[in-house]
């Protein structure tokens, strides 16, 4: 699942083995919980932190995780190589769009059958947690419009939230996430 | 969900160290990633049945010849008759490949 052609490097240090994978995993999540809490703190003064916290998971998965293009740990969940990056040249300054005309070299980006069923495997992992969370918005939600006396209608809202929040960054990232963590060192060949 | 599950022994490190093939090499003969030759090689993961007879292919031997339900013998013990000494029959290495 972890492609030889993609650099495994990351801000410098190999990844080659899981151990240090797992210690970007932990790394990256402290990092992320730490937006979403300040998100979900100040969502009530400062609406756009949720936007903040989405466009962090979104380039944690594009940029450092992978599964959703050319860059990052995991080759991409679409099984086909990504993209040809468009040449730079002076049509950009006509406000034309380029097409790259190179293909990619497909075997390197495309999945076997082992990377397949591990890619698979992970999303059901991820998505069977993150289904109770939706869970708990519907219910919540449902207590929106007509709060309990235990709890305040803005505790509710703030809940739905934060439940939300996590759920939409945990889902961004958390299928990658489970391969990063639990693929085994990567053997030279 | 792992396509795993006991008993399922192969020769396939035999086989590609008897060739001479590097992890790679046979990685690139089957278009798979050299890290599955190297789970199958384990036993960690049980190939398809068009990887197994893929690998068949490529080796020129028949399926049965590569996996087995059952442990492989000794070469030793099945070239030579050499009976198998009581630690070698129990080592763990010996059950995920003859």
Redesign the interface.
């Known amino acids: 699942?972890?492609?030889?052609a993609i650099t495994l490097k990351v801000f410098g240090i190999p990844m080659q083995r899981r151990s240090t994978r797992r210690k970007l995993v932990v790394a990256t999540y402290i990092v992320l919980s730490s937006i979403c809490a300040a998100a979900a703190w100040s969502h009530t003064i400062f609406p756009a932190g949720m936007t903040y916290a989405i466009w962090s998971a979104i380039a944690v998965g594009i940029f450092i995780f992978g599964g959703q293009g050319r860059y990052g740990l995991v080759k991409p969940f679409l099984n086909k190589p990504p993209q040809p990056e468009p040449p730079m040249i002076d049509l950009v300054r006509l406000q034309l769009e380029p097409l790259s005309v190179g293909t990619a070299d497909s075997?390197a980006w495309?999945?076997?059958?082992?990377?397949l069923?591990r890619r698979d495997?992970a999303h059901?992992?991820a998505y069977q947690p993150l289904a109770i969370g939706w869970v708990a918005v519907l219910m919540l939600s449902s207590w929106a419009l007509h709060a309990p006396r235990f709890l305040s209608h803005d505790a509710i809202l703030s809940l739905i939230f934060t439940i939300a929040l996590v759920a939409c960054v945990l889902a961004l990232t958390l299928p990658a996430a489970i391969i990063l963590w639990t693929e085994p060192d990567?053997?030279v060949? | 969900m792992s396509n795993t599950f006991p008993g399922l022994y192969n020769r396939i490190a035999v086989l590609r160290a008897e060739r001479r093939l590097s992890r790679q090499d046979l990685a690139d003969a089957l278009e798979v990633n050299y890290q599955t030759i190297g789970f199958l090689e384990r036993g960690d993961y049980n190939p398809s049945l068009t990887l197994a007879l893929a690998i068949s292919a490529f080796f020129k031997l028949p399926v049965e010849a590569i996996f087995s339900m059952t442990p492989f013998r000794p070469l030793s013990e099945v070239v030579y008759g050499a009976e198998p000494t009581a630690s070698a029959a129990e080592t763990p290495s010996r059950r995920k490949q003859a």
Request: aromatic share 6%; with cysteine.
């Open positions: 699942m972890i492609p030889s075997s495309k999945n076997d059958e082992r990377e069923a495997n059901y992992v990567i053997d060949c």
